[in-house]
Structure formats: C-alpha cells, structure tokens
C-alpha cells in the first residue's frame, strides 16, 4: 500500500522563480495539506484541500496557492521565490472525519 | 494564537538510558495532541495520538502523558536505543475533524550514543 508521495525530492530555484510541487495521497485518503518546514523549525501550516477547494489556510502570503485533483492528488504553486522560501515542503493526507495524518517524505526546494 | 514550545531542544544520552522528552502549549482547548518522529530530511512518523479525554498512551517502549488543563504533555522512552535517534516532534490539534490544522513545536533533537 503505497503511502503519501512527493515530487521532486529536491529543488534549486533563484529568487523571483515559480515553483510547482506535487503530491500523491495514500490510498483511500481524501485531504490533503500542505506544511513548510524551515531548517531546525517544526513544521508550519500552508493551507488543506478537500473536495478540490481549500478548507483552511495558515498564515501564508497569497503568492502560495495550490489545487486538488479530481483523483484527490495535488499541487503546491508559490510565485516570485524569495530566499525565505527555502524549505522543506511536507504533505500531508488523511481520510476526512478521521484523526490520522500520514505525511509524505517532503519535496526540500532551495532558493539561490 | 496556539503556541508550542519543547523542552529540550537536544538531548544526548547514552544506550539503555530511559529518558523524558517535554511539551507545552499554550491554549488548552485542543481536540488531540500527536508525537512524531523525524529522521533527517524524511516526513512524519506518528508514534501516538491522545485524545483530549485522555491522560496517555502507550506503543511499545514510549509513552506519551496528557495533562490539558496544564498545557504539557511529556514523550518517555524506556532502554534508549541508537536507532531512537532522531527529531521528536509534537503537534496539537484544535478542532474536531480533518479541516483543522496542526500546530508544532519546534522539536526535540535526540542522539543515542553507544
């Protein structure tokens, strides 16, 4: 049973560049959310999909968006990179109306 | 705003030692509380969940103890073992169902020496 899967694994932008992460939920999940964690940081909340449209989002600029698949799968947009942005981006699936959130291995985007 | 705080940030000890990792958060209306492990540059493992009804949970060599209405929780580890080392994490959840977020502390670094 495949778990929580992200691409890339790894990234280098420069500042001002988009990037586009993706993420594959565990099997018979239907949510997905999005953290970023800075190095030697716990991990911070971007925002959660369920049912293609984003229920909740934490406290991240616009330039962050994403989107939800048909097939419950999504992906993590973030405009006009900026060094902070420097991260190691975590998604995160569960079945609604559960507790349990399966995380996947994370995508670590760098920004020069 | 929910705040978490883990005390302390790292910790080395060696083989065999049981030890007693901390957590504190600051508004103590939280639904659950979960503890994960991390590995350098890897995702979450869950090791456990309690429920805000509850006062712990046990897997094995860890438990983890609840006390709301102070705002702790502690994560202890009998027979510390290498493969323990690792990142400990623990998160708190505020609302029921899925749509809420959850909110980290910033971790425990631990090394089991040998």
């Known amino acids: 049973d495949a778990g929580v899967t992200q691409s890339p694994t790894h990234l280098i932008k420069t500042r001002g560049q988009q990037v586009t992460l993706r993420c594959s939920p565990k099997?018979?999940?239907?949510?997905v959310s999005w953290y970023q964690q800075a190095l030697g940081q716990g991990p911070q909340f971007i925002f959660q999909y369920y049912e293609e449209e984003e229920r909740q989002r934490g406290n991240f600029p616009d330039r962050f968006s994403g989107h939800q698949f048909p097939n419950y799968s999504s992906e993590l947009n973030v405009n006009a990179l900026l060094l902070g942005d420097s991260a190691l981006y975590l998604c995160?699936?569960?079945?609604?109306?559960?507790?349990?959130?399966?995380f996947g291995a994370g995508s670590r985007l760098t920004v020069l | 705003k929910q705040e978490v705080t883990q005390i302390p940030a790292a910790l080395s000890v060696p083989e065999g030692e049981n030890l007693v990792l901390n957590c504190s958060f600051t508004?103590?209306?939280?639904?659950?509380l979960q503890w994960f492990r991390q590995d350098p540059g890897k995702g979450l493992t869950s090791l456990l969940l309690?429920?805000?009804?509850?006062r712990e949970q046990t897997s094995g060599r860890l438990n983890a103890s609840l006390d709301k209405s102070s705002g702790r929780s502690t994560l202890y580890i009998a027979a510390s073992q290498p493969g323990d080392s690792a990142t400990y994490l623990c998160?708190?959840?505020?609302?029921?169902?899925?749509?809420?977020?959850?909110?980290f502390g910033t971790g425990t670094r631990l090394q089991v020496t040998l």
């Open positions: 998160a708190v959840k505020r609302n029921t169902g899925t749509a809420s977020k959850l909110t």
């Open positions: 995160a699936s569960s079945l609604t109306g559960t507790n349990v959130l399966t």
């Open positions: 309690i429920q805000s009804s509850q």
């Open positions: 099997s018979g999940h239907d949510t």
């Open positions: 508004d103590s209306a939280i639904y659950n």
